[in-house]
């Protein structure tokens, strides 16, 4: 099968993918629990389909618009999915959530700013109007993928450290997220590091990429789901017991001082 071949497959199966969890979520009721995923697949499925209409043509002003409109919006769902997932693995330990939300705003807003201001001169330095939106979404879409990838690492070294019981919907949503993010940040770094010339191939791999975490978002998340507990690391019940205690003590001073 030819590079074009596949490329074409993938624009048109992407659409399907990104709708199929969003019908069973909305029909099982486990949109009510994972809002901010929802409209992220509902949002990504709109564009996937709006995306159809721009093929072969994506040099035009109407696109360009388009692509102004709604990158921003992949930013904010982004951040918005990441928030939620962050407060699904904390839902019974609101101190240290409250203290983590803080975190990632602030290391947010940092990564974003000295991304900036280390692309501000090349900003400045003569390009063409038509050139300094795009360089300038790029500079903060790198600034804020730095920021959540930091975070999601954190919520991934926490479901790996503590045996907090979390439904299997959420661990499953964790890793699957995780690996997507990480996948579009790694695409970022490479053509930053070895140039746009691997655009044809990293854009394919990283359709497929979103292809198989749509596939495991549609298959693994069910309503039973929500019912099974896991724990991730596998400790001895004593150390567990341990760990857990430690945890709820600093669950509760965070929250003590939330509360002043």
């Excluded at 629990?33 to 040099?59: C, E, G, H, P």
């Excluded at 388009?66 to 019974?92: A, D, H, N």
């Excluded at 497929?208 to 099974?228: D, M, N, Q, R, S």
Aim: charged share 15%; aromatic share 14%; glycine share 4%.
């Amino acid at each position: 099968m030819s590079s074009a071949a596949f490329s074409r497959i993938l624009e048109f199966t992407l659409p399907v993918s990104s709708l199929l969890p969003v019908i069973k979520l909305w029909r099982t009721g486990l949109y009510r629990r994972y809002k901010a995923l929802t409209s992220f697949l509902v949002f990504l499925s709109l564009y996937s389909f709006a995306i159809l209409f721009f093929q072969q043509n994506y040099t035009s002003g109407t696109y360009k618009r388009f692509w102004e409109i709604t990158q921003p919006l992949t930013w904010l769902f982004s951040v918005l999915v990441v928030l939620e997932l962050y407060t699904l693995i904390l839902e019974r330990h609101k101190g240290l959530a409250t203290f983590g939300r803080w975190i990632q705003y602030a290391g947010l807003s940092i990564s974003t700013l000295v991304s900036v201001l280390v692309m501000l001169p090349r900003i400045q330095a003569g390009t063409r109007p038509a050139n300094e939106v795009v360089l300038f979404y790029y500079t903060i879409e790198r600034g804020v993928d730095c920021g959540m990838l930091v975070f999601l690492l954190l919520i991934l070294v926490w479901l790996t450290q503590y045996p907090v019981p979390l439904s299997r919907n959420v661990v499953v949503h964790s890793f699957v997220y995780s690996a997507l993010f990480l996948s579009n940040t790694l695409g970022m770094f490479a053509q930053l590091f070895f140039g746009y010339e691997l655009s044809p191939v990293l854009t394919q791999a990283l359709q497929a990429t979103l292809v198989l975490c749509l596939v495991a978002w549609f298959a693994f998340l069910t309503p039973k789901g929500e019912e099974i507990r896991v724990s991730v690391p596998h400790f001895s019940a004593e150390h567990e017991e341990r760990v857990l205690e430690q945890l709820e003590a600093l669950n509760r001073t965070l929250l003590q001082i939330s509360r002043k």
